[in-house]
């Protein structure tokens, strides 16, 4: 562990350790003891430029029986170098043999000193009256036996090991394995105003500035010009999401003798000057040094800028001129050729190199002095494992740190899981006199799976205790999520954290989390709640914690929103919650998404959302008044050009209207003059001017539209239809007979004799092969269209067969007779009875089959009408409610609907599948003989004994919805 004792070592010579700052007033002290008999040993007077300072200084302390460590006003934290831990192992390995003896100087706090020096007895000189008799009391005490400089009890509450946390310049005391890089960063220190320490993650570089490189500084080890540097002020910051926010929050501890109000005061003039002047943090500076008391700075001071986790700049600023104008202030303070030389490090994590190079100006220094933290090699693991067990008492048992470092391997960033182990490994099993055994570190979970083991067991505590779902959103609000790279820590104000619940329960999880050092805390207390701040210990543990990397891969998404949403609300909110900084469209669907399955979202996020909720609903209420305005207005101005233009019409057709009249006057009067060429010209011109009922009548007059006159019965003809091809004409005569006319010449084509009364109706089959006939001699009768053969007689009425009919496939008829019934006849078996429609109380005026076939309607004198199913003559529907006899009923075109016309001055429009009234056509003022649709379906014509015909618009259940909509 450290130098063989020195056996010829004299008890009167002794080593004076101090820090550069305290270097003339421990020379002071030094030349005090020389004149009281002792043999000092004191670099400044010892050391020549050139020398190699550590081997010099261990010579030293091997040859001398104590280390005096001068403890002036600045206390011993930040500048215990390798002298003293030098001591301390001389002191660990011979407790009897050399002393290790704390002198505090004027200034010095006993209640500061580290537990090396706290248990010893000090020599005082503050008070100058008593400074005689505390030199003669040190004289004394080094004459007599000495003892452990840490007592055995400091162990029991204390570990040698850091776990996950960073060490910092107070630890540097237990910093052991990194001497020769700390003797690097010093010599590169000088070769330039900026150093860029690089390393992966867990090498250690952030330990190796703040615990090896600040406490060198301090002691007084940089050379500069053949010359030791005593004086230095040191910030050590981190960018954070607000880089300088956080550099001026650290500038006040260069300079810690100001008032609170002086440092206050610089404080809110840097917040403004800091990041719009390039110059501002050098100016800062300067005037830092002018501000502060004379003789606080002496002429030889330099200052050292640490940017540690330099990283952050990159994965938590997001503004990409904010990151220029922190790195360009950084670069402009860093200068050594002035009256206050300034150095700056950055201490970087090596996968975040390549983003230092978008700064042309950066990637030159980063060229020009670039220290990169190698992987400690197995000896130096082993022996800053052993000089820590040594100094605290403990011991390993053979082989264990064989296991160690063979599970550290060669991936680099191990450091962190090795001393988290040892950690684990002290907590559960350390203590002076312990033995750190295998059985142990295999029962901790060993080097991979101590720490995730760790996190688990804390983090089931915490489940057992119901905060298992506030645990798990904590850490992963202490996590920065990597966009191509790794995941890293997030370093969160402590304030967010106690909004997720009552705040005295989440302080409490987070003291007890920072207890069992997966997180810490820094800031100022209670006094400045808001710069107070919680990260993970380390990024050991986002990488090595199984069940947190699970967490990350189910809330990535979730939390890349979340916390979109909330850098969009915290500037809404900077802006003075500014309309115009509210999401909108998409986004803004996504916030309320997954606000809705997130009621704990913070208040800050909910208030944003529902304002952008609010901004979106009343810029949709606005556009929709717009639009009603706009389409108020289009129709206004679309209905005032519909008025003119029908007034323009109105006047054009009032116009063709009496041309047309004038016209078909004047072929009226060529038509009397027997002019009826000429007359009929001039009606044709009326007709196309418009088509008036005189241009019309003109027409008439001047055109006769006889094409033949079919005469032969002997009695008045009763009912006339057309063929299907409109080729022939069937007429029925009150004669007894039903005759086939050609209807181009009016010549006979076939006389259908045989029924024995009037033939009160007559129909051509679909295809026009047959003709059936009803008569009053209670028949019905097929006859062949082409030659007027009977094919079939339909007997089996009662009384008259008033109508009969073909079906639309023409393999059926329907008969409808006085007898109060209707009957269905199968034309292709000649005749034969289908079914009988009985049921009405009064005679069946008429029958018809629907477009498909599949029923028949009938009309009857008892004032109703009724469907039924064609095939087995089953009552469908009864259509109830004329008061009068119905004369004639029809479907629409499409089935859906029929027509009746009764005596009781009406048509009604009926639903055919269910027999509700759909629509009642008024306005006859005598009975309704008849009533069919159109070919479309939309209208419906009625035929009445009041001398006029009405043609009516049926409306669909489709169009009432259209017209309410419109």
């Given at each position: 562990?450290s130098?063989?004792?020195?056996?010829?070592?004299?008890?009167?010579?002794?080593?004076?350790?101090?820090?550069?700052?305290?270097?003339?007033?421990?020379?002071?002290?030094?030349?005090?003891?020389?004149?009281?008999?002792?043999?000092?040993?004191?670099?400044?007077?010892?050391?020549?430029?050139?020398?190699?300072?550590?081997?010099?200084?261990?010579?030293?302390?091997?040859a001398?029986?104590?280390?005096?460590?001068?403890?002036?006003?600045?206390?011993?934290?930040?500048?215990?170098?390798?002298e003293?831990?030098?001591?301390?192992?001389?002191?660990?390995?011979?407790?009897?043999?050399?002393?290790?003896?704390?002198?505090?100087?004027?200034?010095?706090?006993?209640?500061?000193?580290?537990?090396?020096?706290?248990?010893?007895?000090?020599?005082?000189?503050?008070?100058?009256?008593?400074?005689?008799?505390?030199?003669?009391?040190?004289?004394?005490?080094?004459?007599?036996?000495?003892?452990?400089?840490?007592?055995?009890?400091?162990?029991?509450?204390?570990?040698?090991?850091?776990?996950?946390?960073t060490?910092?310049?107070?630890d540097?005391?237990?910093?052991?394995?990194?001497?020769?890089?700390?003797?690097?960063?010093?010599?590169?220190?000088?070769?330039?105003?900026?150093?860029?320490?690089?390393?992966?993650?867990?090498?250690?570089?952030?330990s190796?500035?703040?615990?090896?490189?600040?406490?060198?500084l301090?002691?007084?080890?940089?050379?500069?010009?053949?010359?030791?540097?005593?004086?230095?002020r040191?910030?050590?910051?981190?960018?954070s999401?607000?880089?300088?926010?956080?550099?001026?929050?650290?500038?006040?501890?260069?300079?810690?003798?100001?008032?609170?109000?002086?440092?206050?005061?610089?404080?809110a003039?840097?917040?403004?000057?800091?990041?719009?002047?390039?110059?501002?943090?050098?100016?800062?500076?300067?005037?830092?040094k002018?501000?502060?008391?004379?003789?606080?700075?002496?002429?030889?001071?330099?200052?050292?800028?640490?940017?540690?986790?330099?990283?952050?700049?990159?994965?938590?600023?997001?503004?990409?001129?904010?990151?220029?104008?922190?790195?360009?202030?950084?670069?402009?303070?860093?200068?050594?050729e002035t009256?206050?030389?300034?150095?700056?490090?950055?201490?970087?994590?090596?996968?975040?190199?390549?983003?230092?190079l978008?700064?042309?100006?950066?990637?030159?220094?980063?060229?020009?002095?670039?220290?990169?933290?190698?992987?400690?090699?197995?000896?130096?693991?082993?022996?800053?494992?052993?000089?820590?067990?040594?100094l605290?008492?403990?011991?390993?048992?053979?082989?264990?740190?064989?296991?160690?470092?063979?599970?550290?391997?060669?991936?680099?960033?191990?450091?962190?899981?090795?001393?988290?182990a040892?950690?684990?490994?002290?907590?559960?099993?350390g203590?002076?006199?312990?033995?750190?055994?295998?059985?142990?570190?295999?029962?901790?979970?060993?080097?991979?799976?101590?720490?995730?083991?760790?996190?688990?067991?804390?983090?089931?505590?915490?489940?057992?205790?119901?905060?298992?779902?506030?645990?798990?959103?904590?850490?992963?609000?202490?996590?920065?999520?990597?966009?191509?790279?790794?995941?890293?820590?997030?370093?969160?104000?402590?304030?967010?954290?106690l909004?997720?619940?009552c705040?005295?329960?989440?302080?409490?999880?987070?003291?007890?989390?920072?207890?069992s050092?997966?997180?810490?805390?820094?800031?100022?207390?209670?006094?400045?709640p808001?710069?107070?701040?919680?990260?993970?210990?380390?990024?050991?543990?986002?990488?090595?914690?199984?069940?947190?990397?699970?967490?990350?891969?189910?809330?990535?998404?979730?939390?890349?929103?979340?916390?979109?949403?909330?850098?969009r609300a915290?500037?809404?909110?900077?802006?003075?919650?500014?309309?115009?900084?509210?999401?909108?469209?998409?986004?803004?669907?996504?916030?309320?998404?997954?606000l809705?399955k997130?009621?704990?979202?913070?208040?800050?996020?909910?208030?944003?959302?529902?304002?952008?909720?609010?901004?979106?609903?009343?810029?949709?209420?606005?556009?929709?008044?717009?639009?009603e305005?706009?389409?108020?207005?289009?129709?206004?101005?679309r209905?005032?050009?519909?008025?003119?233009?029908?007034?323009?019409?109105?006047?054009?057709?009032?116009?063709?209207?009496?041309?047309?009249?004038?016209?078909?006057?004047?072929?009226?009067?060529?038509?009397?003059?027997?002019?009826?060429?000429?007359?009929l010209?001039?009606?044709?011109?009326?007709?196309?001017?418009?088509?008036?009922?005189?241009?019309?009548?003109?027409i008439?007059?001047?055109?006769p539209?006889?094409?033949?006159?079919?005469?032969?019965?002997?009695?008045?003809?009763?009912h006339?239809?057309?063929?299907?091809?409109?080729?022939r004409?069937?007429?029925?005569?009150?004669?007894?007979?039903?005759?086939?006319?050609?209807?181009?010449?009016?010549?006979?084509?076939?006389?259908?004799?045989?029924?024995?009364?009037?033939?009160?109706?007559?129909?051509?089959?679909?295809?026009?092969?047959?003709?059936?006939?009803?008569?009053?001699?209670?028949t019905?009768?097929?006859?062949?269209?082409?030659?007027?053969?009977?094919?079939?007689?339909?007997?089996?009425?009662?009384?008259?067969?008033?109508?009969?009919?073909?079906?639309?496939?023409?393999?059926?008829?329907?008969?409808?007779?006085?007898?109060?019934?209707?009957?269905?006849?199968?034309?292709?078996?000649?005749?034969?009875?289908?079914?009988?429609?009985?049921?009405?109380?009064?005679?069946?005026?008429?029958?018809?089959?629907?477009?498909?076939?599949q029923?028949?309607?009938?009309?009857?004198g008892?004032?109703?009408?009724?469907?039924?199913?064609?095939?087995?003559?089953?009552?469908?529907?009864?259509?109830?409610g004329?008061?009068?006899?119905?004369?004639?009923?029809?479907?629409?075109?499409?089935?859906?609907?029929?027509?009746?016309?009764?005596?009781?001055?009406?048509?009604?429009?009926?639903?055919?599948?269910?027999?509700?009234?759909?629509?009642?056509?008024?306005?006859h003022?005598?009975?309704?003989?008849?009533?069919?649709?159109?070919?479309?379906?939309?209208?419906?014509?009625?035929?009445?004994?009041?001398?006029?015909?009405?043609?009516?618009?049926?409306?669909?259940l489709?169009?009432?919805?259209?017209?309410?909509?419109?």
């Amino acid at each position: 562990m450290s130098p063989p004792l020195n056996a010829d070592r004299s008890p009167g010579h002794v080593f004076l350790s101090h820090a550069g700052a305290d270097t003339q007033a421990a020379h002071q002290f030094a030349e005090i003891l020389r004149h009281s008999g002792l043999s000092v040993w004191f670099d400044k007077d010892s050391l020549l430029p050139g020398d190699r300072w550590m081997e010099r200084l261990e010579e030293a302390i091997r040859a001398s029986s104590a280390m005096l460590v001068y403890v002036g006003s600045r206390g011993v934290q930040s500048w215990v170098d390798r002298e003293v831990r030098f001591g301390l192992e001389r002191n660990t390995q011979d407790p009897q043999g050399f002393h290790l003896i704390p002198v505090l100087g004027e200034g010095s706090d006993p209640a500061r000193l580290p537990p090396f020096l706290g248990q010893q007895q000090c020599a005082d000189l503050r008070d100058p009256n008593r400074a005689p008799e505390e030199i003669r009391r040190i004289l004394h005490v080094l004459q007599q036996a000495s003892r452990a400089a840490i007592s055995a009890d400091y162990w029991k509450d204390h570990s040698p090991f850091r776990s996950l946390r960073t060490f910092e310049p107070e630890d540097s005391w237990l910093f052991f394995g990194r001497d020769s890089d700390t003797d690097r960063l010093l010599a590169q220190l000088r070769r330039h105003a900026l150093l860029v320490v690089t390393g992966n993650s867990g090498s250690g570089k952030s330990s190796l500035v703040r615990a090896g490189l600040v406490p060198a500084l301090h002691r007084g080890r940089f050379q500069h010009n053949g010359s030791y540097v005593s004086s230095w002020r040191v910030a050590v910051f981190r960018p954070s999401a607000k880089p300088f926010q956080a550099l001026t929050e650290a500038l006040p501890g260069l300079a810690p003798e100001l008032s609170r109000d002086e440092i206050e005061e610089s404080i809110a003039r840097w917040k403004v000057n800091l990041p719009e002047n390039a110059e501002g943090l050098r100016n800062a500076i300067v005037a830092l040094k002018a501000t502060s008391r004379s003789g606080t700075w002496s002429s030889d001071t330099r200052v050292l800028l640490v940017a540690d986790q330099f990283e952050e700049l990159f994965t938590l600023t997001d503004d990409k001129e904010t990151r220029k104008r922190y790195i360009d202030a950084l670069l402009a303070v860093a200068q050594l050729e002035t009256s206050l030389p300034v150095h700056v490090v950055l201490a970087l994590r090596a996968d975040f190199f390549s983003h230092c190079l978008e700064h042309s100006a950066l990637s030159q220094h980063l060229a020009a002095n670039l220290f990169t933290v190698a992987r400690m090699s197995p000896d130096q693991l082993r022996k800053a494992i052993q000089n820590r067990l040594a100094l605290a008492g403990g011991h390993a048992q053979p082989g264990l740190l064989d296991s160690l470092l063979t599970d550290l391997g060669e991936e680099p960033g191990n450091l962190a899981l090795l001393e988290h182990a040892l950690g684990q490994l002290w907590e559960k099993h350390g203590g002076s006199g312990c033995t750190l055994t295998s059985d142990a570190y295999t029962a901790i979970g060993r080097l991979r799976g101590a720490l995730g083991r760790h996190a688990d067991q804390v983090y089931e505590n915490f489940s057992k205790q119901g905060h298992g779902s506030l645990v798990q959103r904590i850490f992963l609000e202490l996590v920065q999520l990597g966009e191509g790279a790794p995941d890293t820590r997030r370093r969160v104000p402590k304030q967010t954290l106690l909004q997720f619940d009552c705040p005295e329960k989440v302080e409490a999880i987070l003291a007890s989390l920072a207890s069992s050092r997966l997180v810490s805390a820094e800031g100022k207390g209670a006094a400045s709640p808001e710069e107070n701040f919680v990260e993970v210990s380390h990024e050991a543990l986002i990488r090595e914690w199984p069940q947190l990397r699970e967490w990350l891969k189910d809330k990535r998404e979730d939390l890349r929103l979340e916390r979109g949403l909330l850098a969009r609300a915290e500037e809404w909110r900077r802006l003075g919650k500014d309309s115009d900084a509210l999401v909108q469209g998409a986004l803004l669907a996504q916030a309320e998404e997954w606000l809705c399955k997130h009621p704990e979202a913070l208040p800050l996020v909910r208030e944003f959302v529902q304002a952008s909720r609010e901004a979106r609903d009343e810029a949709v209420r606005k556009e929709r008044e717009r639009r009603e305005r706009e389409l108020a207005r289009e129709q206004q101005l679309r209905q005032e050009a519909e008025r003119r233009e029908q007034a323009q019409r109105a006047a054009a057709t009032q116009q063709l209207l009496a041309e047309s009249r004038e016209l078909a006057a004047q072929a009226e009067a060529l038509l009397s003059q027997g002019k009826s060429g000429e007359a009929l010209d001039v009606a044709m011109r009326a007709f196309g001017r418009a088509k008036t009922a005189e241009a019309h009548l003109a027409i008439s007059h001047a055109f006769p539209q006889l094409v033949a006159k079919l005469e032969g019965h002997s009695a008045a003809v009763r009912h006339a239809a057309f063929s299907p091809d409109g080729q022939r004409v069937v007429t029925a005569s009150g004669d007894h007979t039903a005759q086939v006319w050609n209807a181009a010449n009016g010549q006979l084509v076939a006389k259908l004799e045989g029924h024995s009364d009037a033939v009160s109706s007559a129909a051509f089959s679909p295809d026009g092969q047959r003709v059936v006939t009803a008569s009053g001699d209670h028949t019905a009768r097929v006859w062949n269209a082409a030659n007027g053969q009977l094919v079939a007689k339909l007997g089996g009425h009662s009384d008259a067969v008033w109508h009969a009919a073909f079906s639309p496939d023409g393999q059926r008829i329907v008969t409808a007779s006085g007898d109060k019934t209707a009957r269905v006849w199968n034309n292709a078996a000649n005749g034969q009875l289908v079914a009988k429609l009985g049921g009405h109380f009064g005679g069946v005026e008429h029958a018809a089959f629907s477009p498909d076939g599949q029923r028949i309607v009938t009309a009857s004198g008892e004032n109703t009408a009724r469907v039924w199913n064609a095939a087995n003559g089953q009552l469908v529907a009864k259509l109830e409610g004329h008061s009068g006899w119905v004369e004639h009923a029809a479907f629409s075109p499409d089935g859906q609907r029929i027509v009746t016309a009764s005596q009781d001055n009406t048509a009604w429009v009926w639903n055919a599948a269910n027999g509700q009234l759909v629509a009642k056509l008024e306005g006859h003022s005598a009975a309704v003989n008849h009533a069919e649709f159109s070919p479309d379906g939309q209208r419906v014509v009625t035929a009445s004994q009041d001398g006029t015909a009405q043609v009516y618009r049926i409306l669909t259940l489709a169009d009432i919805a259209d017209i309410l909509k419109d």
